[in-house]
């Protein structure tokens, strides 16, 4: 019935958000924008987006203590991607832990744990990036700079967390245990699954303890999202839009940060460009041109994940 729901919902408000930005726009701009791109741009692009492809696989590699081959990596990481960007609310990522068990035998507390890492230092890049590009723009709203507080409130939160796991796992874990022992629950069917996958979580966790490993870790996140950002300025200025780097960083922010609402639409229409365009207008595009060039970006993203997800399948077989 929640399966059902959800469905239901996401249906909903793609209806909803797609309808609701047309309505700004006249879908001929669309249109007119797409079939206005330049190919040489469109390549470039491609090539980047595969690019972070590329770093994501280097990540997991590192994470995963170089036990499984870059070459599989990527192609768990194509997969993954493309399912986890078309389900909403990031369901997707599940297919990440069940396609590292089934392909290569690893548990899924190693899975998770290595995945929630991944996601802690994309957060903690994002932040930083967001953080560079404020300081490199004068005049911003202050919807803008409000946001600059909440996202450093939500990275501190984020970084105490990461540490509590680094560092006191086990001895968090060890007093959860006796919590249920008290109760005489950790004999329960579902009791007992979740400490055995917290046990290999914070195993997992052990593993990435060293200092070199972060700093690689950290290496590696920021080329991810330099790939991601010069592949969105590549776009704008293949829409002959006029904005700096930073200014195409900071407003394509907006759309990242949709992607980790608990409610999306189907492939996220309609959330995702609802972000890019409140970003773009942020840095100076009229609602028009925010809207439309969402729209776009969109569509192409969606054409290289589908590409880029579909050799993946295929190399695995």
């Known amino acids: 019935m929640k399966l059902n729901l959800a469905k239901i919902l996401a249906v909903v408000i793609t209806i909803a958000s797609v309808a609701t930005l047309l309505s700004q726009i006249q879908i001929s701009d669309v249109i007119t924008t797409l079939a206005g791109i330049d190919p040489l741009y469109s390549v470039a692009g491609f090539v980047l987006y595969a690019c972070s492809y590329v770093f994501r696989a280097l990540r997991f590699h590192i994470l995963l203590n170089r036990d499984v081959g870059l070459r599989d ?25 069940y396609l590292l068990k089934k392909l290569h035998n690893k548990k899924a507390g190693e899975g998770f744990a290595t995945l929630f890492v991944a996601r802690v230092f994309d957060v903690i890049t994002i932040a930083t990036l967001f953080f560079i590009s404020t300081l490199m723009i004068r005049d911003l709203p202050a919807i803008i700079m409000n946001t600059v507080w909440v996202i450093a409130l939500l990275m501190l939160l984020i970084v105490i967390f990461l540490i509590i796991l680094l560092y006191f796992g086990e001895s968090f874990l060890n007093k959860i ?14 009791v007992d699954y979740l400490l055995r996958k917290g046990e290999e979580t914070v195993e997992s966790f052990e593993k990435i303890k060293s200092n070199w490993r972060v700093f690689e870790l950290i290496t590696v996140s920021i080329g991810i999202w330099l790939s991601l950002y010069a592949l969105n300025y590549m776009l704008v200025l293949a829409m002959h839009i006029n904005l700096a780097f930073f200014a195409v960083l900071l407003g394509s922010t907006f759309l990242i940060f949709t992607t980790i609402l608990p409610v999306q639409g189907i492939g996220g229409f309609g959330t995702m460009e609802g972000g890019w365009a409140v970003g773009f207008i942020a840095v100076g595009l009229t609602k028009e041109v925010a809207i439309s060039s969402g729209f776009v970006v969109h569509i192409i993203s969606l054409v290289y994940f589908l590409i880029l997800g579909l050799l993946g399948m295929i190399s695995m077989r």
């Open 177 to 190: 245990r006796r919590f249920f022992e008290r109760f005489n629950l950790d004999k329960k069917y579902f």
């Open 73 to 97: 990596l990527f192609n768990i990481v194509c997969v993954h991607s493309m399912v986890n960007n078309i389900l909403p609310a990031r369901t997707g990522e599940l297919s990440y832990i």
